[in-house]
């Protein structure tokens, strides 16, 4: 078909009758797998992980995933724009330690601290947005130098020492159940409506398809009238903003603010939405993979937890499965161009796309 | 116009030698350091001139240039290798172990050692270049795996002192006309890395890559090839690193190497390698290296607490992406000065002429379309 003889017949054709079928699409999709692995995981471990499907076993799983599930919102975010945000952790730390010391040194009540130190933490997000959005440096650059300087200023503040004595009411809130004898925790009613919260930002509103939309090409972005550098810099300070209620939430949880609280957390949340199906290029990932990719590693964790593994091992399947889902596309990228080719030219579009982005690394 | 451009400089050698030096970040970070040293000398002289102060200064940060220069080798190509600090970890742990099991000779187990370091970067190599996957998620995931397997492999036990031979132990504190044999180590590897990637083609190669992988792969270099040997450098000489973390310290503890990957990039950063590639020495690198583990080290004596000291390097990382990012700007106005108005108007940076080319990159946006 030549551009310059158009189909006799006008006929009006929208997007729907070029796509695959709706269902195709859900179901041969990377979050598909990832949820599809989970729920292996989950029915594996029920059937032959001794205790798995004991009562603790959810609620632990909920509670210890609640920071990396948390951030992982506004990281999967972060990295569709193609940028990436190393310093969540060390946020955690800084507002931690901040939100100790206003309460335990300052007198403040736990509320006025955790405000403060929610501020905190989106002062931290804003200065990596500036840097990154309107300087235009290299956000991996950015953000490894402020990973050291918030949790440097942590440890500066506190030194080795630690605040603890916060007041159990609200220790005891962190750790509390929905509902009694059911596995969720407090935790997950923050976490889900910010989940929604993120969902319809990213997927449901003209400012998530600018998102999406930065990611595979932020000059096209600009001239379709996205504002790059607002954009970027709102999810920086997002992700400051939860980094600083995770911050709060693990002070309170362990009932210690510290510098060394959530070290090396950001490469496990990394990790997570990685696994989860967003692409490191950016302009690729939906939210429910993520959450599929956080409930994976833990299950994988827990399991191997029940069954007597040490963390190391865990931490070398991990990885693994990181290296493995990356991999995944480039091994199965013959597979895909037979596919491809055994189709005719219909698709050829989109792989030649894919390759040429990937080759820019 | 463009005739103007490909006309080689008029200056001499000589002063051109001179003006890039003095232009060089290098110069700017050795100054910066040889003030910290200089003021931290004044408050308490035996930073400087006590015996152990002298040979610490060296010393102490040989380790820190054996990565960061391997780092540097990476990031020249746009990539990162983010496992050296596993990789130092396990082959620190393997000197232990080989001194332990065996009794091979020394110069057997160093070798071991880099080889050990050099076949794990290989992985990495391999992984990035064939699998077409950005270096920055491969490494992350073989930090973890590389770091999981030395904690199974060491399990509870540690390598003490007496595990090692004397020998071993008194390369860490022997010195030839008062330089610590391990700085000559570091020295001598920055020297060789360093005259490769200024000198010769695949060096060369390197850089190019880096600038722009697509073209080089359009021009035949052999991309996959070169950033192969990119990763087993980098872990060959994060193997050395370990192997001289061992013989420094005489103990492999667990939390060897843990964390010191991103003080590795963070030393090239401040040494004005761009992590985009392309651009940026070795000798940057080290110096870097060198101020991160001073400044370290200067701070107690100044009187400020050394847990300041990662806010402080922190800062010194971000200061010096900025810096980088002005200074960028400001050579393109010259140069699109240079272009409008012929080579003399390059000279007058602050007046960008009446019309900037429209084309040309301005600002935040000649970096963005790079992808990790």
Known sequence: MSILTPD??????????YSRPFWQRVVMSREFVVIALLIAAIVYSRSSVEYFDGPQTMYYLFRDSASILLLALPMTAIIITGEI???????????????????????????????????LGAVCGAVNGFLVAYVGLPS????????????????????????????????????????????????????????????????????????????????????????VA???????????????VVGIYTTLVTGVA?????????????????????????GRGALHGV???????????????????????????????????????????????LVAASKGARSSGRTSDSAGKRSLS | MSDTLVKPSAASTGSRLVKDLLRSRELAVAVVLLLLIAVTTAKSDSFLFASTGWRDLLLTPSSLVLLAVGQTAVIITRNVDLSVGSTLGLTAYLTGRLFIDTSLPIIVVVLAGVLMGAALGLVNGVLVSWGRVPALVITLGTMYIYRGAFLTWAGSDRINADDMPRSFRDLGTESILGIPVLTIVAAVVLGLVGYYLHTTRGGRELYAIGSDPDAAQLYGLSVSRRILFAFVLSGALAGLAGVVSAARFGTVSSSVGQGIELEAVGAAVIGGVAIFGGSGTVWGAALGAFLLVTI??????????????????????????????????????ALIAAREHGPDAGRTPADPGPDPLPTAPQGPTDHEEVVR
């Not at chain 1, 006799?8 to 009758?17: I, T």
């Not at chain 1, 952790?89 to 006025?112: E, K, Q, Y």
């Not at chain 1, 937890?305 to 596309?329: D, Q, Y």
């Not at chain 2, 050394?306 to 050579?331: E, H, K, M, N, T």
Request: charged share 15%.
């Open chain 1, 258 to 282: 510290r510098a060394e609280n959530s070290m090396g957390l950001e490469l496990q949340v990394i990790a997570a939405v990685l696994l989860g199906g967003v692409s490191i290029f950016g």
């Open chain 1, 8 to 17: 006799a017949p006008a006929q009006a054709r929208s997007y729907s009758a």
């Open chain 2, 296 to 333: 370290n080290r200067a701070l107690p004596v100044l009187g400020i607490s050394d847990f300041w000291q990662q806010a402080v390097v922190g800062a010194l990382i971000v200061c010096a992406i900025v810096l980088d990012r002005v200074l960028v700007s400001r050579q393109e106005r």
């Open chain 1, 291 to 337: 959450i599929a990719g956080v409930l994976l590693i833990g299950v994988i964790q827990r399991a191997m937890l029940l069954s007597g593994e040490t963390v190391n091992i865990i931490n070398i399947v991990i990885g693994v499965l990181l290296v493995l889902s990356v991999m995944s596309t480039s091994l199965l990228a013959p597979v895909r161009r």
């Open chain 1, 230 to 244: 607002r954009t970027k810099a709102i999810l920086f300070v997002l992700a400051g903003t939860v980094a600083g």
């Open chain 1, 140 to 227: 991996i650059a950015v953000t490894i130098g402020t990973m050291a300087l918030f949790r440097g200023i942590g440890a500066g503040l506190l030194g080795t020492e630690s605040r603890t004595g916060f007041p159990d009411s609200w220790t005891d809130l962190a750790k509390q159940r929905i509902v009694e004898d059911q596995p969720y925790p407090m935790i997950l009613i923050p976490f889900v409506v910010l989940a929604i919260g993120f969902a319809l930002l990213l997927h449901f509103s003209p400012f998530g398809r600018g998102v999406f939309e930065i990611g595979l090409n932020d000059e096209a972005a600009t001239f379709t009238g996205v504002d």
């Open chain 1, 85 to 119: 945000d190393l310093s969540v952790a060390s946020t955690v730390a800084l507002t931690s330690v901040c939100f100790g010391m206003l309460h335990v040194d300052g007198g403040l009540s736990v509320g006025v601290a955790a405000i403060l130190a929610i501020g």
